[in-house]
Structures are given as structure tokens and as C-alpha cells.
T-cell receptor
């Protein structure tokens, strides 16, 4: 069975602070994909990043960066110099290949509030 | 339209009523997914289509839930004899390639409230 745990239910920071959202996953598969999505109040899930299990390189995109550590089954997301517009619910998700292809398991999300 | 469109955005149903939720995926996207998102939780997979073929329906919670995509484009999720535990946001997503290995685009969801 696959599982995604986002232990932080809510995080509140002041604008310009850096913030890291944690994601820990469990899977028996050796090949899998990890994702981060942002869900603003409007409701749609906005894709942020996809990472496959063979690529442990950290990635940076503007103020966003991701740290994938296969040894600890973690895929953490850092926002540098947070802004009010970053306020949203962030979801980490896992997709296995093979018989479960097409299915993604989501964590329960972390609600990030960035105060001015 | 440019994105995934779901209708209606909000639906209130009396317990026992049947409902139908519609998803218009991005044109040309072959993969389509339905998810159920309860309040305060992450989306949970319901079912997946590749064109008109329903390849995985293991997430459908009961035989009251039925999904179809007869022409490989628009999809409908039908819930029969709704119950209060069916209250949730139902999200639809589509992608152009292999399932969830490429970017998936989500609609804004249909919020279903069963009273």
C-alpha cells in the first residue's frame, strides 16, 4: 500500500520568511513519481512539480525549491521569501507505475498562511 | 475552454436523490481522472479513463457510484441514492499522456452537499 504523510496541518508565517513543507511517503514500488500541488481558495489543484524516483537532484524554480531524499522517503518543499499570494493548501502526492498506473495517493495537505 | 471545466460548481441534493456531475477535459487529453475530496483531506482517487475505456475503477466507494466517458471526451460521474457521506468536492483532472506521469490539470471541482 502507498501512503503520503504531511505532518504539518497548518503553518503560519510572516511575509518574506522562508517556509518548508514536509512530505514523507511509503511505497513498495521501486519506480514512482512524486508531485506537489497548490490548491488556492478557488479549489482547483495547480501542478507545481513532478519528480521521478530515479532523479534525486534537488530542483529550484524561482522562490520554490524541492529536496528529494530517497533514503528517508521524503520530498520536502521550500518557499523562499514567502508572499501573501503563497497562502493556499499544498498537497504532496505519489503515483506508482504498474498495476496502479493512473492512481495518485495524496497527503492530507498543509494549509499555509502568509501574513503581511 | 482552455482548462478543465466541471459543472455544476455546487450541488445540493436531498438524501436518496440521484446526481450527475460533468467534466469537460482539455481538448485532446486522453487521460481523465475523478477524485473525491472530503473537507480537510486530500483528494482520493475514484476512477480513471484512457479515452473511452475505464481502466481503473477501484476507488469507487460503492456500486452507487458510476462513471462514463462514452466518446472519450466529456465524462459524467453519477451517484445514485445519495447519502450524507457522499458530501465532498468531486475533482476531475485530465492529462495528455500516460497517466499521472505527465502534468495533470484539475478542474475547480463540484461541491456536493447531501442534506
Amino acid at each position: 500500500a502507498q501512503k503520503v504523510t504531511q505532518a504539518q496541518t497548518e503553518i503560519s508565517v510572516v511575509e518574506k520568511e522562508d517556509v518548508t513543507l514536509d512530505c514523507v511517503y511509503e511505497t513498495r514500488d521501486t519506480t514512482y513519481y512524486l508531485f506537489w500541488y497548490k490548491q488556492p481558495p478557488s479549489g482547483e489543484l495547480v501542478f507545481l512539480i513532478r519528480r521521478n524516483s530515479f532523479d534525486e537532484q534537488n530542483e529550484i524554480s524561482g522562490r520554490y525549491s524541492w529536496n528529494f531524499q530517497k533514503s528517508t522517503s521524503s520530498f520536502n518543499f521550500t518557499i523562499t521569501a514567502s508572499q501573501v499570494v503563497d497562502s493556499a493548501v499544498y498537497f504532496c502526492a505519489l503515483s506508482e507505475l504498474g498495476t496502479n498506473a493512473g492512481k495518485s495517493t495524496f497527503g492530507d495537505g498543509t494549509t499555509l498562511t502568509v501574513k503581511p | 475552454g482552455a482548462g478543465v471545466s466541471q459543472s455544476p460548481r455546487y450541488k445540493v441534493a436531498k438524501r436518496g436523490q440521484d446526481v450527475a456531475l460533468r467534466c469537460d477535459p482539455i481538448s485532446g487529453h486522453v487521460s481523465l481522472f475523478w477524485y473525491q475530496q472530503a473537507l480537510g483531506q486530500g483528494p482520493e482517487f475514484l476512477t480513471y479513463f484512457q479515452n473511452e475505456a475505464q481502466l481503473d475503477k477501484s476507488g469507487l466507494p460503492s456500486d452507487r457510484f458510476f462513471a462514463e466517458r462514452p466518446e472519450g471526451s466529456v465524462s459524467t460521474l453519477k451517484i445514485q441514492r445519495t447519502q450524507q457521506e457522499d458530501s465532498a468536492v468531486y475533482l476531475c483532472a485530465s492529462s495528455s499522456g500516460r497517466p499521472m506521469n505527465t502534468e495533470a490539470f484539475f478542474g475547480q471541482g463540484t461541491r456536493l452537499t447531501v442534506v
